[in-house]
């Protein structure tokens, strides 16, 4: 019995050493990182869950743009609001990480809702995302294409990727995370965490046959206007990110006051997994 309990207790040793050592190789490939992990959302909205919760908290402003610093779990993060759109994104996140060099960044948010099967409060972790207004607008459709990249006009796949070590931290976090009750559109229920994909642009709303295409062209979750940028940003400098997003209101081509109504319940459950998922990272 007592080698069974030692055999035990070193397979559990040897799990938690690969994920502590694959986490380890997340390194940026451009400078020598802080012990600091970046936060950003969208809108004010997005972060209040995780601002609040920060000990010792200070706030700041790094060219013009406020954030918050101190810890969460214990780990030195840095909170801040990119603003909406593929260009604040850009902005935002280059300037923190060439501030701050972080570790990591991590994108928390809301978005809307493409895969009929999510409901208000559902979290997506993002295997990839991508910018689906990059490309030629026919009068069929988008015809997408290569990204060129400032390294002499190199292509690059419009297709962002976290690695697939921070997504394995990011299952253990979803396999641990505890289901809140939300209610939303007359119902209440538990919400769910899994992984999907996001779609990014600079569109508002969209046509309802591009809606369809992008659910079935790409199998997107959600779409919104920040992650793909961001995941563009942090891949292109080599740094390690993630991204959750929560799903407010159903993707549609006017968008109507449904997000003013169903967006505070996403960006609340969005920042509560984000908040459990530091605990992993």
Request: charged fraction near 20%; proline fraction near 5%.
């Amino acid at each position: 019995m007592m080698t069974i309990f030692v055999r035990a207790l070193g397979f559990i040793a040897l799990c938690c050493a690969i994920t502590s050592n694959s986490f380890a190789q997340e390194k940026p490939a451009y400078y020598e990182a802080t012990d600091t992990i970046v936060i950003l959302g969208a809108v004010p909205q997005e972060i209040p869950v995780l601002t609040n919760a920060l000990e010792n908290p200070e706030k700041k402003s790094l060219w013009g743009i406020p954030y918050w610093q101190g810890k969460l779990h214990g780990k030195p993060v840095v909170i801040a609001i990119t603003g909406i759109g593929k260009t604040y994104t850009g902005m935002t996140t280059t300037l923190f990480i060439k501030e701050f060099k972080p570790r990591l960044v991590l994108m928390t948010g809301t978005g809307a809702r493409i895969n009929q099967q999510l409901r208000t409060g559902d979290v997506i972790v993002a295997t990839h995302t991508y910018e689906h207004d990059y490309g030629s607008l026919t009068k069929n459709d988008m015809v997408y294409r290569p990204m060129n990249s400032p390294d002499d006009g190199k292509e690059v796949e419009n297709e962002f990727k976290p690695t697939p070590s921070l997504l394995a931290i990011a299952q253990q976090a979803m396999d641990s995370y505890e289901a809140q009750t939300v209610t939303a559109n007359g119902s209440t229920y538990k919400n769910k965490v899994r992984y999907g994909v996001v779609a990014s642009s600079d569109l508002f709303g969209v046509t309802q046959a591009r809606i369809d295409s992008l659910r079935n062209r790409f199998k997107t979750d959600i779409m919104e206007m920040e992650s793909a940028p961001l995941g563009h940003v942090c891949q292109t400098l080599g740094v390690p990110y993630l991204i959750v997003r929560s799903g407010s209101n159903v993707a549609q081509e006017a968008p109507n006051d449904d997000y003013l109504r169903l967006g505070p319940i996403a960006a609340r459950e969005a920042a509560k997994f984000s908040l459990h998922l530091l605990k992993f990272l």
